[in-house]
């Protein structure tokens, strides 16, 4: 290096170029350097300007409803303890009618947002839940009373509206879809019954789902806490990107993990409640579980994705010609990874709605026409038949089961219907795959290798199938309360 740097100062014409060439390079390493700096310095200075701008928008619920039993005063001791008797005693006394409690009315607290100058707010459900009177605390001061127009319990959703004389400042929706982990975000509302306040962070992830069927929450460290459900969160446009609804703690309050139910599946809710006081959601009419490697592998299949019909009840899809078996591959052009997306790409569509599916079926693409039914209509008229019973262990063990063929007794002990047909699991060995699996007793096996099983033989006839497939497991359809679902067992 130090030779090249004398030839240079030697070199007038070379010289000239080299620092030429020097000079290049620090300029572009200037640029990106400050490309990058720009890149990662984009905290704001304030947030201000924006809560000055949002603010006005976020709203205070008040609800109240009348309740029996306890006030939240009384004093709660536990089941046994030496000093039950003593405040019961006291509790009697001071309730000398006895039993249940005088009625009273109870007050609970949350936050919301207005959508639309005439009046219509964005709450949670558990926040309005069961209200006889809802109150709108504004920004201003202003207080007004709220009619319910409808809620979505799934996604615990509720629209409210009220009667102003004036044009109510409101927010508008952004795409949930657009933001990324890591975006500044500010939440807004009622913590605590403490009145309006402003907490900002950043998203921490998205896409995450917590115990409902159509969750996609953005998760934020932004502080949430009790009295923030309904309110919104904010991009830095000053766009809603999702709805404040729960937190994780172990002591009640915020500690960094809170949950923002997503824009883009707020958005399709509220519009269905606007124009029909309720939710209409596509029903495709199948049960499905995901498609795991075992599975796949079992099934021939060359990856892990899809959603694995494993019923087909009377509805949309049967009459299509989906059968038990099918991995549904493509919903209405788009790929389908697993059976949340499956769920969520049907109940936004369209009731009424044609969409063709495209299904994996013993090794070949089939592309079928379903017209979709409404999910709520299907779910009212759905019954759920009677939980078997173990059945007791008889016959042959295989893959770690005691099994035995379905009778007529068995038919009696376990409610199964007079149709049915398979093997009964008496027993399952706990240190077998089987067990570790989920098979317990009682659970009725009626498919191995996706064709029909009556006797011990067919079962093993599968099995031997498989090996000499070059398979190293087998897929069994086994159900249990009528539910059905598929595993695969190692058979090597």
Do not use: C
């Amino acid at each position: 290096m130090q030779s090249k740097a004398i030839f240079y100062s030697r070199h007038p014409a070379v010289a000239a170029r080299g620092r030429a060439t020097l000079l290049a390079i620090g300029l572009g390493l200037a640029l990106a350097l400050g490309q990058a700096q720009g890149a990662f310095a984009r905290a704001p200075d304030s947030f201000a300007d924006l809560a000055q701008q949002i603010s006005p928008s976020v709203v205070n619920i008040t609800t109240s409803a009348v309740v029996s039993g306890p006030a939240s005063g009384d004093p709660i001791v536990p089941e046994g303890s030496p000093f039950e008797d003593f405040f019961r005693d006291f509790m009697d006394r001071n309730n000398p009618r006895g039993g249940e409690r005088a009625p009273r009315r109870s007050e609970a607290l949350g936050s919301g947002f207005v959508i639309s100058e005439d009046g219509y707010i964005v709450t949670n459900n558990h926040v309005i839940e069961n209200a006889d009177e809802i109150e709108i605390e504004f920004f201003s001061g202003t207080r007004l009373k709220a009619e319910l127009v409808g809620t979505d319990p799934k996604t615990d959703i509720a629209l409210l509206k009220v009667e102003s004389d004036i044009p109510l400042p409101f927010v508008a929706f952004g795409n949930s879809d657009l933001s990324r982990v890591g975006d500044w975000v500010v939440a807004m509302g009622n913590p605590l019954g403490q009145g309006f306040s402003v907490s900002a962070g950043i998203v921490s992830a998205r896409n995450r789902a917590l115990s409902g069927t159509y969750d996609d929450y953005i998760q934020t460290d932004a502080a949430i806490n009790r009295g923030n459900s309904g309110g919104p969160l904010f991009n830095m446009d000053g766009q809603v990107i999702g709805v404040n609804t729960a937190i994780l703690s172990p002591n009640g309050g915020s500690i960094g993990i809170g949950f923002s139910m997503a824009s883009n599946v707020v958005t399709k809710v509220v519009d269905q409640l606007k124009e029909f006081g309720e939710t209409r959601r596509g029903w495709l009419g199948v049960r499905i579980q995901d498609v795991t490697p075992d599975v796949a592998e079992a099934m021939g299949l060359t990856e892990a994705s899809g959603a694995l019909v494993t019923d087909v009840p009377d509805g949309p899809a049967k009459d299509s010609g989906i059968i038990a078996g099918d991995v549904i591959t493509l919903f209405d052009g788009q790929p389908v990874r697993d059976t949340r997306d499956l769920t969520r790409r049907v109940a936004d569509s369209p009731v009424g709605e044609a969409v063709p599916v495209i299904v994996q079926r013993d090794g070949k693409s089939e592309t079928l026409q379903v017209t979709l039914g409404r999910r709520e209509e299907a779910e009212a008229a759905e019954t759920r038949p009677a939980a078997a019973t173990p059945a007791d262990p008889v016959e042959a063990e295989i893959l770690g089961m005691t099994l035995a063929p379905v009778t007529d007794e068995m038919k009696e002990q376990l409610s199964l219907p007079n149709d049915a047909e398979g093997l009964v699991v008496g027993a399952v060995d706990q240190t077998s795959e089987a067990y570790a699996k989920g098979l317990r007793d009682g659970d009725i096996i009626t498919e191995a290798g996706q064709q029909k099983v009556v006797r011990l033989q067919d079962l093993e006839d599968r099995i031997s199938e498989a090996r000499d497939a070059g398979r190293k497991s087998i897929l069994l359809l086994v159900r249990r309360a009528g539910d059905p679902r598929f595993v695969a067992l190692a058979i090597e």
